[in-house]
Each structure stands twice: as structure tokens, then as C-alpha cells.
């Protein structure tokens, strides 16, 4: 089984976000889904989807899951055959897996009485399976043969006999008649003496032809054995006649259920993903988003999965509450402020192909566009500047209800023209129908009103001490928490100097450091 | 489960007769075991490519296994019991494991790669007994049929013609078969130093490895950079991968060099038209010996019999005994 996203909706961060590794969660061995492609749903698709899938949750009776899973993983695809069943053309061999389906469908029915598939069906189903049990034997492996078919089985299984025996007396001629051992249906090639040429060509038995330096020897077959080899052949088509006959009525009862069964067999392929789905929010304790139909997003204990896995406990999640409008996120360095973006970012575009999130709950509105302009290095073969690329990304069509995600607000152009764009941009989208959420280190937007502000909680400034200039564990110190912004706050933003703290932690030249130093007293004390 | 593979030498060499002749053998003392038959791709095509003229098919006895191809049971109805189907996603087509009712020609396809072979060992073992006995027609470019854990005997078709290229063709291939082992002691050396990727090992003369390469033989230049540096001495280089022209000639004056080849298939890429004329110094010895059953000769001229493996029964199906055509 496979589960991918179609290549062309791949974004740029699925290396980075590792969405392979999430998806790996979902690979199960169910050969009903040998290969299922995600793709984007729109957004009644998704909402029906998610209900449905909340639906079956809720009917499921507890602690059966698993079996149901267990049994589902024994139903072979059918795909190859369901246009045979529906045009009369299955061979006995499809009858086996047909049959297999079917039965083992029934049993994972009886596991599936509380939230019963597609019960309208189950009577062609039903039928289905009475006609293959009727036509079949040893669990649908052979064809029920009538009793003129076991008849002419028995009369063939005879003439075989007769026939073996015939040819067996017709070597022991041969063998007595020249000294020849020959293997019917074999002949042989023979360097031979003139006597033994006579001899052969005296035998009845055989025919001897030259050929270059040897001499090849047939058979000349018996009228005996003619005849046994005839009624063989005889039975043998009217055996065949019989059975293609009975496969003939077999069809014509499965046919007119086709229809009906490839619809049922399409349910049953949808209700195993979303067993599998099901089965996976389970067992990583995920959940399913809830839509809300009001603008905001609201996620507790969200985390990115590859981050959780790398990381184990040492992963905090993300609790995030953020409404309709501009939500302006400030923060120390490598404070964690992108991954804000980029977690948030990945759970939306998990809630468009329609799997659980890893979070504790998520509430939000469908995220019919998610845009997120990450700090761009720029490109010199397309002649592309960081700024150039920022503006390109707000020009683009937002359309209503748009998650807009920017990181480090046109930090790519000098900071006196890049707070006077920030401005606008903040104000355009404070006013908007779009969820809008940027970071900044700009103590100017905090002017801005009817925006949300929010900031990445600062360590414990002793902890911070104690890691010295060693990035990891500097890392392993940062909170990674949201917390609002207070009137008070914003005072301390304006006249933040904790980059240059924070660089002081490093193994700078020591007169650099001197200098941040004389720095931080002067402003300090002034 | 045994699992014997049918290997020809070329097209034609007999390679479905001996089939034949080995599954009938089989039958006549079979007692209760389970007999099943397969083929590496495609067998029994009515007609030979070559020489048009009828070849022969595979006729089943009752009670006999089969996997093949579904589309070859098409007008089998009622002949047959289905007991496995063998299709996607692991295998690349549908493949059927039945077993016969009555007497049934059938055409057999079976799957033709090593992973679908050893798929469907697995499947196909718990319905057959422990002595059951799986006969595969094979083709000697399967490289993977050398594997032990595929086959655990051959059965050779070789045929001899007078066409030069041909005929020296087959005596290679009666070389390929005489091939012996390697030691016991280099064979544990070499089998403790093996890892999943590795291609070639060079060992002292002192079984000391120096030198393990994980890039294809023909294309490692280190490695004969190292052959180069200790093959003076005494030295055991094990290769698994192709025994290539380039790499035959590279090798062939490292008198005191002895080359392992994993396994006999590897021994049959040296091109015969390009070693003629080469002196070979080296020692070739086998990682995986061949264990042949039977050699069954198919001869349009006479060849020199000693390049026949000692202790190996040899046949020849279509002449007089084979040690009296070759006395003539």
C-alpha cells in the first residue's frame, strides 16, 4: 500500500516538513487500497468528508476497531474484475477471489453491525454470494459440476487411463519389435548401423527418416491409440462444452448485480480508509478538525509530526487562537516564531487533504487558500531579488477566508521603508476576511490598532546563562509559547535589546563583544 | 519444499523436454508428494521462433500444481482448482496457483523476478508437503535462480551445433558446471565479511580482507587498484556482479589470484567470442556451488565429453545413450 499526495500539489516545504513521514503513519497492509493519492479537497468535499468520518467514529462501538481493520485486511481487490461481473465474462479463477471477497465481507459485516455499509445493496450482495456458493465448490476453488459434466469427468478420467496404457503396450512393441527405448511423445536422433535401419524400417511402429549424419525416428501411432486419442479428444470438447455452458448461466445471474456490486465494492473502499484514518487518530491520539462558520483558528496542543518524532518529549506543542484580521507575532531570535507559521501551515494543508491532525483539538474555518511567504534567499537565475519575491507573493489574488502566513515582515528591504510597508500591508489586512498572521521585529506596528499582537514567551534569562554559546541547548531553553501581548509589553518591545544580549552568548571576537557591552550599559543607563 | 530450476543454454536446448521428461519421472514415483510446475515468463508457445516447427508443451497430470498466468486458464473451466490468486500489488500480473482435476495442456507464465519468486515460495509452501517438489522452467539470464534460497538443484540443457560461436558457447557453459567450490574456511571468511551491498572482497593470503567494494565490479576502479597492489601474493577476490570482458582480461595474468564468483550465473557474462585466445591465470572457484541433478545434452555434433562435470548424470533424450553416441 502506498499513500502520497499528488506530486503537483506538493509544496515547497514537504522535504522540510517531512508530510512523507506523516503520510508512512497510514501505510497499512489493506489490499483494498493499494495506492492511495491525496489531492486537495474543495470545501463542501471536506466538510462532508470530515463529518462522515466523525459520523463513523461516534457509531463505531468501542474496541472494535482493530478487528474491523484485522478483517478488512483480508478482502482482495477486485478492481480487475468488476466489469467482468457486470459484462458475464468471470472465469473460474475469478470465482475464488469473488467468492473470498464476498465471504470475508460477510463476516466483517457482522463486525460493522452498528454502523452498517450501505444497506440498500446488501441485498445484491447477498444474492451475489448465493449464486457463487451455488455454481462453486471448496470455497468457491471449483466449478459445481451437474451430473452429466461428472459423467463425462469420470468417462475422461477412464479414457486417460485406457489411453496411458495403450501407449505404455505400444513402447514395449516398439522395444521388442527393434531394442529401441523410445519415450512417446518423444523421437529420437540416432547414429545408426545399416541393420538397425532395416530393422527399424521393417517396424511398423515407427518412421525413420536421414538427416545429415543421423537418422530421426518418429512414431507411426496405432489405430488403437487413434482411436483412444479421439474419444479422449471427444470427451474432452464435450466436457468443455458442459462447462462453458454452466459458466455461461453463472454469468447471466451475476450480471445484472454488477452495477450494484461495483457501487457496494467503491463504498467498501472508501469505509477502509476511513477505518485506516480512524485507526491512526486512534493510536496518535490526532484529531478531526471542527469547522467553524465564522473566521478564526483555534488549535491546542498542535505540533508538527516530524518535529515530535526528532524531538520525542522534548517537543512542545503549539496552542494557537487567532481570529479573522492582521495577528502580529514578535519574538526573540530563535525563539521559534517560523515554526509558528510552518506548524500552523501544516496542519492546514493536512485539513485539505482530509486526514486527522496532530493536535488535541483544532477548530477553524476551511482553509480554502493558505499562502506563506517564508524569508527567501532570492534566486540568481531567475534574476529574482527577497524583495522582489515578497511583494510578488502580496499581489497575488487572496480570495475570501484566505490563511495568509508571512515570516519576518518585509524584513527584505532597508527597515525605514520596510516598517512604512509593513504598516500598510498590517492595516489593509486588519480590516480584511482573511486570517492574516505575520512576524516582525518592528517595534513600530505595535501602533497599529485593531491587530492582535502576540509575542514568543523569552526564557528564563539564569537557564539562558547557563547554556552559553551552544546553540542546541540554547534552543532546548526557549518556551516556544504564544502569549499575548500587554500595554506594558509593548514598552519593553520598543526598547528591546535581547539580540543583543543574546550575542554576547556566542564566542565573538572579544572587541566585538566589548563593544556590545559598552553598548548595552550606554543604553542602560540612558 | 525443493525447488528445482531448468536452465538451457540456449533457446532450443531442450529445455521444456527435460522439463517434461523430470516432471514424469517425478510423477511415476511420487507417492504422496505434491508436485508444482512454473516458469520464469512465458513457456510452451506452440511454435518455435526458430525453426517453426510444434514444441513441446507442458501436459499436466491430474493432482499436479501449477502458477501461471490467469489468461492461460481461459478455456480450462472445470479442469482445475484454484487455491491462491497471485496479483497486485506484489506480483506484476495475475498469476493463478491451481492444482488439476484431469489431464490439462497448459501454458505456463509464472512470475519473472526474484522477488515474485521468493513471494511465491512463501505462499505456495504451507500447501505443499514438506517433500513437495516445485519445478521451475527457467532461463539462465535470471540470475536470481542461482540463489540458494531459490533453487536447491538445476537441471541443464545444453546443446551442441556446429555453428562456432554456438558450440563454444556450451563447452563454457560445461566449464560453468565444473566449476568447484571455494574452501570452507575461505567460503566462512567471505561470509563474515559480507554485507547487504557488498560487491567485491579482497582477501590476503592470510584472509585478511583489504579492500570491499559496494560500486558495480566493472566500474570500480579501486578495486583493481588494490588487485593490482597485492596480486603478486597469493590472493582470494569474491565478486558478485558480472564477470565482464574488461574485468576477464584485467585479471587474467594474476596467476596467484583466485576468483570467487558469488554464484555460476556470473561466470556466463564473459562474452565467448572475446576470451578466445585469452590465458586465464586465475582460479575460478564458486561462492554458491552448482548442485546439478542432471546435464541432458541435446547434440547436432559431437563435443569433447570430458568438459562433462565428474559424478554428474548426463543425458541425452533425443540419442542413443549418451556414452554411446560419444564413443562413435
Given at each position: 500500500?502506498?499513500?502520497?499526495?499528488?506530486?503537483?500539489?506538493?509544496?515547497?516545504?514537504?522535504?522540510?516538513?517531512?508530510?512523507?513521514?506523516?503520510?508512512?503513519?497510514?501505510?497499512?497492509?489493506?489490499?483494498?487500497?493499494?495506492?492511495?493519492?491525496?489531492?486537495?479537497?474543495?470545501?463542501?468535499?471536506?466538510?462532508?468528508?470530515?463529518?462522515?468520518?466523525?459520523?463513523?467514529?461516534?457509531?463505531?462501538?468501542?474496541?472494535?476497531?482493530?478487528?474491523?481493520?484485522?478483517?478488512?485486511?483480508?478482502?482482495?481487490?477486485?478492481?480487475?474484475?468488476?466489469?467482468?461481473?457486470?459484462?458475464?465474462?468471470?472465469e473460474?479463477y475469478?470465482?475464488?477471489?469473488?467468492?473470498?471477497?464476498?465471504?470475508?465481507?460477510?463476516?466483517?459485516?457482522?463486525?460493522?453491525?452498528?454502523?452498517?455499509?450501505?444497506?440498500?445493496?446488501?441485498?445484491?450482495?447477498?444474492?451475489?454470494?448465493?449464486?457463487?456458493?451455488?455454481?462453486?465448490?471448496?470455497?468457491?476453488?471449483?466449478?459445481?459440476?451437474?451430473?452429466?459434466?461428472?459423467?463425462?469427468?469420470?468417462?475422461?478420467?477412464?479414457?486417460d487411463?485406457?489411453l496411458?496404457?495403450?501407449v505404455?503396450?505400444?513402447?514395449?512393441?516398439?522395444?521388442?519389435?527393434?531394442?529401441?527405448?523410445m519415450t512417446y511423445p518423444w523421437p529420437k536422433e540416432l547414429?545408426?548401423?545399416?541393420?538397425?535401419?532395416?530393422?527399424?524400417?521393417?517396424?511398423?511402429?515407427l518412421t525413420i527418416e536421414k538427416r545429415n549424419?543421423i537418422w530421426l525416428i518418429d512414431y507411426n501411432i496405432?489405430?488403437?491409440i487413434n482411436?483412444l486419442q479421439s474419444?479422449k479428444n471427444e470427451?474432452s470438447a464435450?466436457?468443455d462444452?458442459?462447462?462453458q455452458?454452466?459458466?455461461?448461466?453463472?454469468?447471466?445471474?451475476?450480471?445484472?448485480?454488477?452495477?450494484?456490486?461495483?457501487?457496494?465494492?467503491?463504498?467498501?473502499?472508501?469505509?477502509?480508509?476511513?477505518?485506516?484514518?480512524?485507526?491512526?487518530?486512534?493510536?496518535?491520539?490526532?484529531?478531526?478538525?471542527?469547522?467553524?462558520?465564522?473566521?478564526?483558528?483555534?488549535?491546542?496542543?498542535?505540533?508538527?509530526?516530524?518535529?515530535?518524532?526528532?524531538?520525542?518529549?522534548?517537543?512542545?506543542?503549539?496552542?494557537?487562537?487567532?481570529?479573522?484580521?492582521?495577528?502580529?507575532?514578535?519574538?526573540?531570535?530563535?525563539?521559534?516564531?517560523?515554526?509558528?507559521?510552518?506548524?500552523?501551515?501544516?496542519?492546514?494543508?493536512?485539513?485539505?487533504?482530509?486526514?486527522?491532525?496532530?493536535?488535541?483539538?483544532?477548530?477553524?474555518?476551511?482553509?480554502?487558500?493558505?499562502?506563506?511567504?517564508?524569508?527567501?534567499?532570492?534566486?540568481?537565475?531567475?534574476?529574482?531579488?527577497?524583495?522582489?519575491?515578497?511583494?510578488?507573493?502580496?499581489?497575488?489574488?487572496?480570495?475570501?477566508?484566505?490563511?495568509?502566513?508571512?515570516?519576518?515582515?518585509?524584513?527584505?528591504?532597508?527597515?525605514?521603508?520596510?516598517?512604512?510597508?509593513?504598516?500598510?500591508?498590517?492595516?489593509?489586512?486588519?480590516?480584511?476576511?482573511?486570517?492574516?498572521?505575520?512576524?516582525?521585529?518592528?517595534?513600530?506596528?505595535?501602533?497599529?490598532?485593531?491587530?492582535?499582537?502576540?509575542?514568543?514567551?523569552?526564557?528564563?534569562?539564569?537557564?539562558?546563562?547557563?547554556?552559553?554559546?551552544?546553540?542546541?541547548?540554547?534552543?532546548?531553553?526557549?518556551?516556544?509559547?504564544?502569549?499575548?501581548?500587554?500595554?506594558?509589553?509593548?514598552?519593553?518591545?520598543?526598547?528591546?535589546?535581547?539580540?543583543?544580549?543574546?550575542?554576547?552568548?556566542?564566542?565573538?571576537?572579544?572587541?566585538?563583544?566589548?563593544?556590545?557591552?559598552?553598548?548595552?550599559?550606554?543604553?542602560?543607563?540612558? | 519444499?525443493?525447488?528445482?530450476s531448468f536452465i538451457g543454454s540456449d533457446k532450443n536446448a531442450g529445455k521444456t523436454t527435460a522439463l517434461n521428461y523430470i516432471y514424469r519421472?517425478?510423477q511415476?514415483?511420487?507417492?504422496?508428494?505434491?508436485?508444482?510446475l512454473s516458469s520464469i515468463g512465458i513457456n510452451g508457445e506452440d511454435v518455435d521462433t526458430y525453426e517453426g516447427v510444434k514444441k513441446p508443451h507442458i501436459d499436466l497430470f491430474?493432482?499436479s500444481?501449477f502458477i501461471t498466468n490467469c489468461v492461460h486458464l481461459a478455456h480450462q473451466t472445470?479442469k482445475y482448482?484454484?487455491?491462491?490468486?497471485?496479483?497486485?500489488?506484489?506480483?506484476t500480473k495475475n498469476y493463478i496457483?491451481g492444482?488439476s482435476?484431469l489431464e490439462m495442456q497448459l501454458v505456463l507464465e509464472g512470475p519473472n523476478?526474484?522477488?515474485?519468486?521468493?513471494?511465491?515460495?512463501?505462499?505456495?509452501?504451507?500447501?505443499?508437503?514438506?517433500?513437495?517438489?516445485?519445478l521451475i522452467d527457467g532461463s539462465i539470464d535470471r540470475?536470481?535462480l542461482?540463489?540458494?534460497?531459490?533453487?536447491?538443484?538445476?537441471y541443464f540443457s545444453v546443446l551442441f551445433t556446429e555453428r562456432?560461436q554456438q558450440f563454444?558457447k556450451s563447452?563454457?557453459f560445461?566449464?560453468?558446471?565444473?566449476?568447484?567450490?571455494?574452501?570452507?574456511?575461505?567460503?566462512?571468511?567471505?561470509?563474515?565479511?559480507?554485507?547487504?551491498?557488498?560487491?567485491?572482497?579482497?582477501?590476503?593470503?592470510?584472509?585478511?580482507?583489504?579492500?570491499?567494494?559496494?560500486?558495480?565490479?566493472?566500474?570500480?576502479?579501486?578495486?583493481?587498484?588494490?588487485?593490482?597492489?597485492?596480486?603478486?601474493?597469493?590472493?582470494?577476490?569474491?565478486?558478485?556482479?558480472?564477470?565482464?570482458?574488461?574485468?576477464?582480461?584485467?585479471?587474467?595474468?594474476?596467476?596467484?589470484?583466485?576468483?570467487?564468483?558469488?554464484?555460476?550465473?556470473?561466470?556466463?557474462?564473459?562474452?565467448?567470442?572475446?576470451?578466445?585466445?585469452?590465458?586465464?591465470?586465475?582460479?575460478?572457484?564458486?561462492?554458491?556451488?552448482?548442485?546439478?541433478?542432471?546435464?541432458f545434452i541435446k547434440q547436432e555434433t559431437?563435443?569433447?565429453?570430458?568438459?562433462?562435470?565428474?559424478?554428474?548424470?548426463?543425458r541425452n533424450l533425443f540419442r542413443?545413450?549418451?556414452?554411446?553416441?560419444?564413443?562413435?
Open positions: 500500500m502506498k499513500v502520497e499526495i499528488l506530486r503537483k500539489h506538493r509544496n515547497e516545504l514537504y522535504d522540510e516538513l517531512d508530510y512523507e513521514l506523516f503520510l508512512s503513519l497510514f501505510v497499512q497492509n489493506q489490499p483494498l487500497l493499494s495506492s492511495v493519492i491525496l489531492r486537495p479537497m474543495d470545501e463542501n468535499g471536506a466538510v462532508s468528508h470530515y463529518a462522515e468520518l466523525a459520523g463513523l467514529e461516534q457509531k463505531l462501538q468501542p474496541g472494535k476497531l482493530d478487528k474491523i481493520l484485522e478483517q478488512s485486511s483480508t478482502l482482495p481487490p477486485l478492481e480487475h474484475l468488476l466489469t467482468l461481473v457486470e459484462r458475464g465474462q468471470l473460474q475469478h470465482l475464488f477471489e469473488l467468492g473470498n471477497f464476498l465471504n470475508n465481507d460477510s463476516i466483517l459485516r457482522s463486525l460493522e453491525e452498528s454502523c452498517p455499509l450501505d444497506p440498500e445493496s446488501s441485498l445484491d450482495r447477498d444474492q451475489l454470494l448465493l449464486v457463487l456458493e451455488e455454481y462453486t465448490e471448496k470455497s468457491f476453488s471449483t466449478i459445481r459440476v451437474n451430473k452429466e459434466a461428472k459423467k463425462t469427468k469420470t468417462a475422461l478420467t477412464e479414457s487411463k485406457e496411458e496404457e495403450a505404455k503396450e505400444f513402447e514395449q512393441q516398439i522395444f521388442e519389435c527393434t531394442g529401441l527405448k547414429a545408426l548401423g545399416k541393420e538397425q535401419v532395416t530393422s527399424i524400417n521393417d517396424c511398423d511402429l549424419d496405432t489405430l488403437d482411436r474419444k470427451l464435450h466436457f462444452t458442459l462447462m455452458k454452466q459458466l455461461k448461466q453463472l454469468n447471466g445471474e451475476c450480471s445484472p448485480l454488477g452495477h450494484s456490486f461495483r457501487n457496494y465494492y467503491r463504498k467498501r473502499v472508501k469505509r477502509t480508509w476511513f477505518y485506516v484514518l480512524l485507526g491512526v487518530k486512534e493510536r496518535k491520539s490526532l484529531c478531526l478538525p471542527e469547522f467553524t462558520s465564522g473566521y478564526g483558528c483555534h488549535l491546542k496542543d498542535s505540533y508538527l509530526y516530524g518535529l515530535k518524532v526528532r524531538k520525542e518529549e522534548k517537543c512542545i506543542p503549539l496552542d494557537l487562537d487567532i481570529e479573522k484580521g492582521a495577528t502580529v507575532l514578535y519574538g526573540a531570535n530563535m525563539s521559534g516564531k517560523t515554526t509558528v507559521l510552518k506548524t500552523l501551515y501544516f496542519l492546514l494543508t493536512l485539513v485539505q487533504l482530509g486526514l486527522p491532525l496532530p493536535a488535541r483539538k483544532a477548530v477553524l474555518h476551511y482553509p480554502k487558500q493558505v499562502a506563506l511567504m517564508l524569508k527567501s534567499p532570492g534566486d540568481v537565475r531567475t534574476n529574482s531579488s527577497t524583495y522582489g519575491e515578497e511583494l510578488a507573493f502580496f499581489a497575488k489574488q487572496m480570495e475570501e477566508g484566505a490563511y495568509i502566513l508571512s515570516d519576518e515582515l518585509f524584513l527584505s528591504t532597508d527597515p525605514a521603508n520596510g516598517v512604512i510597508l509593513s504598516k500598510i500591508l498590517i492595516r489593509s489586512m486588519a480590516g480584511a476576511d482573511k486570517l492574516f498572521l505575520c512576524t516582525t521585529h518592528y517595534p513600530e506596528i505595535l501602533d497599529i490598532e485593531n491587530i492582535t499582537l502576540f509575542r514568543m514567551e523569552d526564557p528564563d534569562p539564569l537557564l539562558l546563562a547557563k547554556s552559553g554559546s551552544n546553540l542546541q541547548s540554547l534552543r532546548n531553553f526557549m518556551p516556544y509559547k504564544l502569549i499575548p501581548i500587554t500595554d506594558r509589553e509593548q514598552e519593553k518591545i520598543r526598547t528591546n535589546r535581547a539580540p543583543l544580549e543574546t550575542a554576547l552568548l556566542f564566542d565573538l571576537p572579544r572587541d566585538i563583544k566589548e563593544a556590545i557591552r559598552k553598548h548595552l550599559a550606554g543604553t542602560t543607563s540612558s | 519444499m525443493i525447488t528445482y519421472e517425478l511415476q514415483n511420487r507417492q504422496s508428494r505434491s508436485i508444482c491430474p493432482d500444481c472445470g482448482e484454484t487455491l491462491l490468486n497471485l496479483g497486485r500489488p506484489l506480483f496457483f492444482r482435476l523476478s526474484g522477488n515474485e519468486v521468493r513471494n511465491v515460495k512463501r505462499r505456495i509452501a504451507p500447501f505443499l508437503s514438506d517433500d513437495g517438489i516445485f540470475q536470481f542461482a540463489k540458494p534460497e531459490i533453487s536447491d538443484g538445476f562456432p563454444q563447452c563454457d560445461l566449464r560453468m558446471l565444473s566449476l568447484a567450490p571455494c574452501s570452507k574456511q575461505v567460503h566462512r571468511i567471505i561470509a563474515k565479511n559480507l554485507e547487504t551491498k557488498t560487491k567485491s572482497l579482497l582477501l590476503t593470503e592470510s584472509y585478511r580482507p583489504v579492500y570491499q567494494g559496494e560500486a558495480i565490479i566493472s566500474r570500480d576502479r579501486k578495486l583493481r587498484k588494490q588487485c593490482e597492489a597485492i596480486s603478486r601474493t597469493k590472493c582470494f577476490l569474491y565478486l558478485k556482479g558480472a564477470l565482464t570482458r574488461s574485468l576477464y582480461e584485467f585479471l587474467a595474468p594474476f596467476s596467484e589470484l583466485q576468483v570467487i564468483l558469488d554464484n555460476f550465473t556470473l561466470y556466463l557474462n564473459i562474452p565467448t567470442s572475446h576470451h578466445q585466445g585469452i590465458e586465464f591465470k586465475p582460479k575460478i572457484v564458486l561462492f554458491h556451488p552448482v548442485p546439478v541433478k542432471t546435464i559431437d563435443f569433447d565429453l570430458s568438459l562433462l562435470p565428474p559424478e554428474v548424470l548426463a542413443t545413450l549418451l556414452q554411446k553416441s560419444c564413443h562413435k
